[in-house]
Nanobody, 123 residues
Framework: QVQLVESGGGLVQAGGSLRLSCAASGRTASSYAISWFRQAPGKEREFVVGISWDGSSTRYAGSVGGRFTISRDNAKNTVYLQMNSLKREDTAVYYC????????????????WGQGTQVTVSS
């Protein structure tokens, strides 16, 4: 069992930056890959970025490559999402999700989800 709590969302102007955090708890939390998904109003939830359990591999959606960076600190059981050069189309609720070991971009593969954090980018 893994519990996930996101934080760091908020309102930012286009071109600005935010850093999201996903704190994981549970006895085996460090053995889980963590990914970020987002859901914009009226749209389906989509994969954004993920990092493997040991941080050795990452995977990015094409829309955020070069702007977003994912990292993890297993000593703190926390995954970070640094978002730079934010655009209005990045506005969404951002969720972190966990699955064993490696990243996949399929929502149904993730057993554990956080409650989400709102990111709003204004023009």
């Amino acid at each position: 069992q893994v519990q996930l709590v996101e934080s760091g969302g908020g309102l930012v102007q286009a071109g600005g930056s935010l850093r999201l955090s996903c704190a994981a708890s549970g006895r085996t939390a460090s053995s889980y890959a963590i990914s970020w998904f987002r859901q914009a109003p009226g749209k389906e939830r989509e994969f954004v970025v993920g990092i493997s359990w040991d941080g050795s591999s990452t995977r990015y959606a094409g829309s955020v490559g070069g702007r977003f960076t994912i990292s993890r600190d297993n000593a703190k059981n926390t995954v970070y999402l640094q978002m730079n050069s934010l655009k209005r189309e990045d506005t969404a609720v951002y969720y972190c999700a966990a699955r064993r070991l490696v990243v996949v971009d399929l929502e149904y593969e993730y057993a554990y989800w956080g409650q989400g954090t709102q990111v709003t980018v204004s023009s």
